[in-house]
C-alpha cells in the first residue's frame, strides 16, 4: 500500500491540474484570442476632407478581424499603448494626434468605442462555437492639424 | 522505481499545461494612417472686366483709374501651411483693336491687385505677387477666404481704344 501511495497520488495530481484547465471537451476555460489582422491601414485622401470645416471621418470597414475561442461567456477590450500616434512621417514634428481620434466598433454598426490608454470594452458573448471571427470597424477622424503623412499607433486587444 | 511511476503523470499534466499557454489572450495590431497632403484653391469668378469709358479719364492728364473691389474671392482649404500667390501670363497685355489702331504693348504694370485694405501692388513683368498666406483648416477659419481687389490704370495718350486682355494664374503652394 505505502508503495503505490506516490503513483496513485502523482496521478490525482496530474489529473486534477489538467482537469482544472481542461474542463469541457478539451477547450480552455479561459477565453483565448488570436488575430487575423495584425497591421490595418486606413488612407485618408484629400476628397474626404470637408473643404469648409477642413475635417474628414474616414471608416474602414471590418479593418481588424481578430478570433476568439471560449467555453463561456467572455469580454473584449481594446486600448491604445500610447496616448498619441507617431507620425512616421516626420517622428517629432507637428501637432501630436491622439488616439482619441481613432474609433473602433463591430463591424457593421453598434457602439463606437473612443480609443485611450485605458481598456475599453467592446464587444462580449457568450460561448464559442470554436474560434469565432469578430471583425471592428476603425472610424478615424482628421482635422486640418494634421499633416499630410503616415501617422501610427499600436491597439493591444484582450480577452476575459 | 518510483520516479518511472510519477514520471507519466507529470508528463500528462506538462501537456496539458503547455497546450494551454498558447492560448494567450492579449495581441497587438498595428493601425496605420495615411493622411493626404490636402491643398485645395476655388474661385468665385474667372473673368474680370474693368470698362473706361470717356468720362473716367481726367481731361487734363487724361489718364483714368478703374477699380473692381472684390472682383474675385479665393477659397483655401489645407491642411498645412500655405501661400498664395499671382502671375501674369505675359508682359504685356493682348491687344485687340477697336479699329485698327497698332497694338501698344501695355505692360502689366498697369494692373494692380490688393486683398483686404493693403496697398495695391502693381505687376512687374512675369513675376509672382505674394496674395495670401494662411495654416491649415477650411473656409471656415478666418483668413481662408481671400477677396481680392484690381485696379488698372489707363491713358489717353498710350492706350488706343481697344481690348486689352491678360491672364492671371493663383497659385496655392505649401510653405
Known sequence: MTRHFPRQLAWACGLVMAAAFLPVSGRAAKPALRQITTIATIAVPASAFDLVTGQAEVTVPGGIVMQVDS?????????????????????????????AELQLRPAGGGTASVISTSYRTITSSSKTTGWDDYAFDLILQVTSADAGGLYSVTLEFNVY | ????????????????????????????????????????????????TLAFVAADYDANTGLATKTAAKATTFSVSANRAWKLTVRPGDQYFTFTPLGTAQDPRKPVSALATRTGVTAYAPFSGITDIPVAT??????????????????????LATDPPGAYVLTLTYTLAAQ
Open chain 1, 71 to 99: 467555453s463561456s461567456s467572455w469580454k473584449m477590450q481594446v486600448r491604445a499603448t500610447s496616448a498619441t500616434f507617431t507620425y512616421l512621417t516626420a517622428p517629432g514634428t507637428g501637432k501630436p494626434k491622439p488616439v
Open chain 2, 1 to 48: 522505481m518510483k520516479t518511472k511511476n510519477l514520471f507519466f503523470p507529470l508528463v500528462m499534466y506538462a501537456l496539458c499545461g503547455t497546450s494551454l499557454s498558447l492560448a494567450q489572450t492579449t495581441k497587438q495590431v498595428t493601425v496605420n494612417a495615411s493622411v493626404a497632403e490636402m491643398l485645395s484653391l476655388t474661385v468665385d469668378a474667372t473673368s474680370v
Open chain 2, 134 to 155: 494662411g495654416t491649415g483648416g477650411g473656409y471656415s477659419k478666418t483668413g481662408n477666404i481671400i477677396p481680392v481687389d484690381y485696379q488698372m490704370t489707363s491713358a
